[in-house]
C-alpha cells in the first residue's frame, strides 16, 4: 500500500480527514473502506515511518491504531502527534469491522 505523504489543503479542508495505521494491510484497506463510505477522507500505512511522516506532513484529525499494532508504535505515533502541536484524535481499535464507526464517531463528538 502506497501512502501519498502530501495530501492536498483543500482536500483536508473539506472533510474529516484520518489516517488509519495497522499491522496488515487487508485490515487496513477494510478500516479505511468503512471510514470512506462514512464520508471520511482516508489514507493507509502498514510501515510506521511513512505513518509518522505523514502525520507531521499532512496533519489528520483523527488517527485510527488497529489492534495488531505494537506498543512502542502506538507510543510513537501518539508522540509524534504531540510533537507536531496538533488536536489529532486516536482511535485505538482493538474490535472487529462492525465497531470502528462507533469509536470514531464517539472520539469526533467533541472536535
Not at 5 to 20: G, K
Not at 28 to 39: I, M
Not at 86 to 108: D, M, Q, W, Y
Amino acid at each position: 500500500m502506497e501512502l501519498n505523504l502530501a495530501e492536498s489543503p483543500m482536500v483536508q479542508a473539506e472533510i474529516l480527514h484520518a489516517l488509519v495505521f495497522g499491522k496488515h494491510e487487508y485490515i487496513v484497506s477494510n478500516v479505511s473502506a468503512q471510514l470512506e463510505k462514512a464520508e471520511f477522507k482516508c489514507s493507509g500505512s502498514v510501515v510506521l515511518s511513512q505513518a509518522l511522516e505523514y502525520i507531521k506532513l499532512n496533519h489528520p484529525q483523527l488517527v485510527v491504531i488497529g489492534g495488531g499494532v505494537d506498543p512502542h508504535d502506538r507510543i510513537k505515533i501518539v508522540n509524534a502527534i504531540k510533537e507536531a502541536g496538533i488536536t489529532t484524535k486516536v482511535v485505538e481499535h482493538f474490535g472487529g469491522p462492525a465497531t470502528v464507526l462507533h469509536e470514531v464517531r464517539s472520539a469526533i463528538a467533541g472536535m
